[in-house]
C-alpha cells in the first residue's frame, strides 16, 4: 500500500519555488504559521512538563510529516527541537534543505513518505499539519504515521471540515474568490470530518486530547483559535 498521491506531489513540486516567499502561492500558510508554532509549541510544553525557557522544546525528538520547504520544521528547530521532516516531493525537499544550510539550522531532511522512512526511531511528536487532505488513503497514512511515534507521544493533525461551509470558504472563496491559494490546491472530497478522523487515529491507538477550530479574521487578517470546527481545525492526539 501506499500513502502518496502522485498528482498532489506534482501539484506542490511545480510551485515549490514559492514555498519562502511571504507573499506568493503559500501566502495563506505563512498567514497561518504563528498560530500553528503557538499552538504546538504550549501544547508540548504543558504536556511534556518541559522547564527550559531558552529553547523550550531542546530534545524533543519532532517528525514533520509533509514538511514542504520547512515552514514548521524550521521555528520547531529554533525552539531547540530536534527535527525530522519528510516530504513526498523532491524538489520540497531541496527547497527545504537550501534554506535551512542558509540559516544555519540543523533539520534532517527527507524525500519519504511515512511508510518509506528508513528508521528504528520513535519520535516523541509528530506533526501532520495540512497533509491528510493531500494523501492517497488517509486510513493508511495515519496507520503508518502511528508506527513512528512513541508510547505516551504526541501527535497533531491539522486539516479541513468536510461541510458547505468548508467548500464555501476553503474552495471557492479561497481559490476563486479571494485567490489565496491556486485553483485546484484542495479537493473537497479529500476533506475529512473530526469524527471520522478521530475514529481512524483511535484504531490505531490515537486517543484524542484536543480539538480546535482555526478561523481567520478577515478585518486583523489575523488567524485565531475558535470554537466553530466547521471549516479549519487542528488536533491533538496521544499514542496509547
Known sequence: MNSINKKEVEKFSKIAEEWWNPNGKFKPLHNFNPIRIKYIKENIIKDLNLKNSIKPLKNINILDIGCGGGLLAEPMCRLGANVVGIDASKKNIQVAKFHAKKNKLKINYKAASPESLNTKKKFDVILNMEIVEHVEDIDFFIKESSKLLKKDGIMFIATLNKTLKSYIFGIIGAEYILKWLPIGTHDWQKFIKPSELIKI?????????????????LLDNNWKLSDDTSVNYIVKLLKV
Open 201 to 217: 487515529s483511535k484504531k490505531n491507538n490515537l486517543l484524542l486530547k484536543k480539538l480546535d477550530g482555526m478561523e481567520f479574521n
